[in-house]
């Protein structure tokens, strides 16, 4: 578990994600990652869409889960059969948990990253 003290240091962990996965499961996913964790969402996910480039539109979008404990952010790229994740926490939590959840939407977690951001 990533432990650290509480103030000036947020917990923060992120993957890299082998699977594809579209927008309505996107959503779903934030919100059981959110409880898996055991932390509390402060209100409904939110889907921002990457802008179209050279002309060309993207599959390509982003999904923003506040948490009361701070956020999850799912980039999501269908086109490229993968996405990333990236959890931030003021509130310690153990990011072996994801990888269950990941499993149960036929994702595979490919790389992880974990560590502490302080202000």
């Not at 402060?42 to 060309?56: E, I, L």
């Not at 926490?89 to 994702?107: H, M, N, Q, T």
């Amino acid at each position: 578990m990533l432990k650290r003290e509480f103030g000036d240091e947020i917990t923060t962990c992120g993957f890299g994600v082998r699977g594809t996965i579209y927008e309505a499961d996107a959503l779903e996913l934030a919100v059981d990652i959110v409880t898996a964790i055991g932390m509390t969402c402060s209100h409904a996910p939110t889907v921002t869409r990457y802008a179209p480039k050279d002309g060309k539109p993207s599959l390509g979008y982003i999904v923003q889960q506040c948490i009361v404990e701070s956020f999850i952010v799912l980039d999501v790229w269908p086109e490229r059969n993968g996405l990333y994740i990236h959890v931030a926490s003021c509130k310690d939590f153990e990011p072996a948990l994801i990888y269950e959840v990941l499993k149960a939407y036929g994702l595979e977690a490919r790389s992880v990253f974990g560590g502490y951001l302080s202000i």
